[in-house]
């Protein structure tokens, strides 16, 4: 049964364009440090789960990179400067990461738009175009508290995306879906205590 | 079982993402961040002890005309615990709610609650919403210790999403202007960042501030800070974190 829906599932990805050209994330702020050489190995073994987990987080960390890219550029507090460069750092070194995974086993690395949308169970995604376009026009006087409102609901989003690894079978996926959730969790929870005061 | 289906859901979607829209009770999307809602207060660990809300804020979705802190959703009971001792923010007489989302349903309406009185209700026009959204209510009739129950009518589905708030209204006057985002207050939050452990070369901890060149012990391998930020669970030094932190 479960091998047969995975099968499923992993056709009507291809077919629902998972090779979908790769948005490019924006350079890294001027102050981030080299990622790491050395990227961690994953086991040959996955699932159909696995993939799907990597090719969208791939896609959502791209989509939070835009947002952090742009409070590079502002005037924020010093706290919520550190954090969103941190968020940043961290979430290009996982994408690179997650892409060299799928590479090794063959897969594409991107997941679809459309699949992007239909995991938010037919509501539009948290962070689109016209988010990201929003947050680029707020004026300095909200823009903290935009990209807080913003980024909070993108983290809480990615908390949810996690579960989609939940039957995958890669040792290695697991351990990084795992801390993503809790990585998340707790930055959501910084985030909320930065907006709520 | 259950999970095994997750993945045909989801495929689903491609054809029918409305269906999956109405038929997935657990799925979020979207609570009040300010004043904290009971559910935020969760995730922002103000509050200890809440469960599996903690992870997803965003999920406290009932069908539409519900008075409840929990939706009707049972695994989040805890939301309606008075006892539970709720901090409530002290506020003027005319408060400004801010939405965070995590899915941009078409929006019915947005009402206001103090008990069965609904004391504000804001159009949503069967449209998307804005990047942020906030609603400047004028409580000045409800002076005190108060719940406020805030609710997100979706437009294209039978459900609702609910936030309860516990405030203390009535401090002083608040500005008349239409409702902007927050901003961040001047003082800076107690809780946000407790102070570096006095042996800031320590052991690793989380909610910690380190700085780009301190070192850390974590499972007995020394690791040196490479950007500087506030340490957090899944943060700690790995494989995952070589950006964070490099071995010594």
Same mark, same amino acid.
């Given at each position: 049964?479960?091998?047969?829906?995975?099968?499923?599932?992993?056709?009507?990805?291809?077919?629902?364009?998972?090779?979908?050209? =790769?948005?490019?994330?924006?350079?890294?702020?001027?102050?981030?440090?080299?990622?790491?050489?050395?990227?961690?190995?994953?086991?040959?073994?996955?699932?159909?789960?696995?993939?799907?987990?990597? @090719?969208?987080?791939?896609? +959502?960390?791209? @989509?939070?990179?835009?947002?952090? #890219?742009?409070?590079?550029?502002?005037?924020?507090?010093? !706290?919520?400067?550190?954090?969103?460069?941190?968020?940043?750092?961290?979430?290009?070194?996982?994408?690179?990461?997650?892409?060299?995974?799928?590479? #090794?086993?063959?897969? =594409?690395?991107?997941?679809?738009?459309?699949?992007?949308? +239909?995991?938010? +169970?037919?509501?539009?995604?948290?962070?689109?175009?016209?988010?990201? !376009?929003?947050?680029?026009?707020?004026?300095?006087?909200?823009?903290?508290?935009?990209?807080?409102?913003?980024?909070?609901? +993108?983290?809480?989003?990615?908390?949810?995306?996690?579960?989609?690894?939940?039957?995958?079978?890669? =040792?290695?996926?697991?351990?990084?879906?795992?801390?993503?959730?809790?990585?998340?969790?707790? @930055?959501?929870?910084?985030?909320?205590?930065?907006?709520?005061? | 079982?259950?999970?095994?289906?997750?993945?045909?859901?989801?495929?689903?979607?491609?054809?029918?993402?409305?269906?999956?829209?109405?038929?997935?009770?657990?799925?979020?999307?979207?609570?009040?961040?300010? $004043?904290?809602?009971?559910?935020?207060?969760?995730?922002?660990?103000?509050?200890?002890?809440?469960?599996?809300?903690?992870?997803?804020? *965003?999920?406290?979705?009932?069908?539409?005309?519900?008075?409840?802190?929990?939706?009707?959703?049972?695994?989040?009971?805890?939301?309606?615990?008075?006892?539970?001792?709720?901090?409530?923010?002290?506020?003027?007489?005319?408060?400004?709610?801010?939405?965070?989302?995590?899915?941009?349903?078409?929006?019915?309406?947005?009402?206001?609650?103090?008990?069965?009185?609904?004391?504000?209700?804001?159009?949503?026009?069967? *449209?998307? $919403?804005?990047?942020?959204?906030?609603? *400047?209510?004028?409580?000045?009739?409800? $002076?005190?210790?108060?719940?406020?129950?805030?609710?997100?009518?979706?437009?294209?589905?039978?459900?609702?999403?609910?936030?309860?708030?516990?405030?203390?209204?009535?401090?002083?006057?608040?500005?008349?202007?239409?409702?902007?985002?927050?901003?961040?207050?001047?003082?800076?939050?107690?809780?946000?960042?407790?102070?570096?452990?006095?042996?800031?070369?320590?052991?690793?901890?989380?909610?910690?501030?380190?700085?780009?060149?301190?070192?850390?012990?974590?499972?007995?391998?020394?690791?040196?800070?490479? *950007?500087?930020?506030?340490?957090?669970?899944?943060?700690?030094?790995?494989?995952?974190?070589?950006?964070?932190?490099?071995?010594?």
């Amino acid at each position: 049964m479960r091998r047969i829906l995975f099968a499923a599932a992993a056709a009507l990805l291809l077919a629902a364009g998972c090779s979908t050209e =790769p948005s490019a994330p924006p350079a890294p702020p001027a102050d981030a440090v080299p990622a790491a050489d050395a990227l961690p190995a994953a086991d040959a073994e996955h699932n159909a789960a696995d993939v799907m987990f990597l @090719q969208m987080m791939i896609m +959502h960390n791209g @989509q939070g990179l835009e947002l952090t #890219g742009l409070a590079a550029d502002r005037t924020v507090s010093e !706290e919520v400067r550190l954090l969103a460069a941190a968020i940043d750092t961290t979430q290009r070194e996982e994408v690179k990461i997650m892409q060299s995974w799928l590479g #090794g086993w063959k897969e =594409p690395t991107t997941a679809s738009k459309d699949m992007t949308t +239909h995991a938010s +169970h037919g509501g539009l995604p948290a962070t689109g175009p016209e988010q990201i !376009e929003a947050l680029r026009n707020t004026s300095d006087a909200n823009f903290e508290a935009t990209f807080l409102n913003l980024l909070t609901g +993108h983290q809480n989003s990615a908390v949810e995306l996690t579960n989609l690894a939940t039957d995958g079978v890669n =040792p290695q996926t697991g351990d990084l879906a795992e801390r993503i959730k809790e990585s998340r969790a707790d @930055q959501v929870a910084q985030m909320l205590r930065l907006i709520g005061g | 079982m259950r999970k095994v289906f997750v993945y045909p859901l989801v495929i689903a979607g491609t054809a029918a993402a409305g269906l999956v829209a109405t038929g997935s009770p657990a799925s979020a999307h979207g609570y009040v961040s300010a $004043p904290p809602s009971r559910q935020a207060l969760c995730a922002s660990r103000a509050v200890a002890d809440c469960g599996q809300i903690q992870f997803e804020p *965003q999920s406290v979705e009932g069908p539409k005309g519900l008075r409840s802190c929990d939706g009707g959703v049972s695994q989040f009971a805890i939301l309606n615990d008075n006892s539970r001792a709720w901090p409530a923010r002290t506020v003027g007489s005319s408060v400004t709610f801010t939405w965070v989302f995590t899915a941009r349903h078409r929006t019915s309406n947005w009402e206001y609650f103090v008990g069965n009185t609904r004391v504000a209700v804001v159009d949503g026009g069967n *449209q998307q $919403p804005d990047a942020v959204v906030s609603h *400047q209510v004028d409580l000045s009739r409800f $002076p005190g210790r108060r719940t406020v129950l805030a609710i997100w009518n979706i437009g294209d589905t039978a459900n609702a999403f609910y936030s309860c708030v516990d405030l203390n209204v009535g401090g002083s006057s608040a500005p008349s202007t239409p409702a902007p985002p927050p901003v961040r207050p001047t003082t800076p939050p107690p809780s946000s960042a407790p102070p570096p452990p006095a042996n800031a070369s320590g052991t690793w901890a989380t909610n910690t501030a380190y700085k780009i060149g301190e070192e850390v012990t974590f499972q007995g391998k020394r690791y040196r800070c490479r *950007q500087s930020h506030t340490s957090l669970s899944g943060w700690e030094p790995s494989i995952f974190t070589l950006a964070l932190w490099l071995p010594v």
